[in-house]
């Protein structure tokens, strides 16, 4: 497993390298603002739409997509000036909240003004203020088990923490010594 910063120059925001395209992270924000591939996820996912935000038209869900992925990538940059991601991320679950080390957390545009937002970032949190990026997904449903594409991001997020524990990682410090190794 391969990972990049987040934020060139700091060492707060990483993201897992999926490919040669990029990395979790950017590929996350060139779906999210790809009206073709929103298209596609909706039309797949349409009765989810409409039973879980109410929303009937496609149009109004790609719309209000690009409109929560501007804001959430908003919220990311401005982390050099506010320093605190923390605000941005939080526990995945109950029992990810009690932990101290490499917790699972998630993110979305916690102040969408419209509708609970749907897009979601998917992070272990190494410490206070310091993630790692392992995807993300449009997340229409109650729970990440009730669909493949968001079942699939909770395998990411575990396969990494997995990844991390095996190689000795438990900090922002051994991270950073880890990629060094790399």
């Given at each position: 497993m391969k990972f990049i910063r987040g934020l060139e120059g700091y060492d707060h925001l990483w993201s897992v390298k999926e490919n040669e395209d990029g990395d979790a992270l950017s590929l996350l924000f060139k779906d999210w603002n790809d009206a073709n591939f929103l298209l596609d996820f909706f039309k797949e996912n349409i009765e989810d739409l409409k039973n879980y935000f109410h929303i009937e038209k496609i149009s109004q869900a790609i719309s209000d997509t690009f409109e929560d992925a501007d804001a959430l990538e908003?919220?990311?940059l401005?982390?050099?000036?506010?320093e605190n991601l923390d605000n941005l991320f939080r526990p995945l679950s109950q029992t990810d909240a009690i932990k101290t080390e490499l917790t699972r957390n998630k993110a979305r545009n916690w102040n969408n003004q419209r509708h609970p937002s749907w897009l979601r970032i998917y992070a272990?949190?190494?410490?206070?203020?310091?993630?790692?990026?392992?995807?993300?997904?449009?997340?229409?449903?109650?729970?990440?088990?009730?669909?493949?594409?968001?079942?699939?991001?909770?395998?990411?997020?575990?396969?990494?923490?997995d990844f991390l524990i095996e190689n000795g990682v438990f900090d922002k410090d051994s991270f950073v010594d880890f990629t060094k190794e790399d």
């Open positions: 908003e919220l990311i401005e982390f050099p000036s506010t272990i949190r190494l410490e206070p203020n310091v993630y790692i990026v392992t995807g993300g997904a449009i997340k229409l449903t109650a729970t990440m088990q009730e669909r493949k594409h968001t079942e699939e991001q909770l395998e990411k997020l575990n396969k990494c923490r």
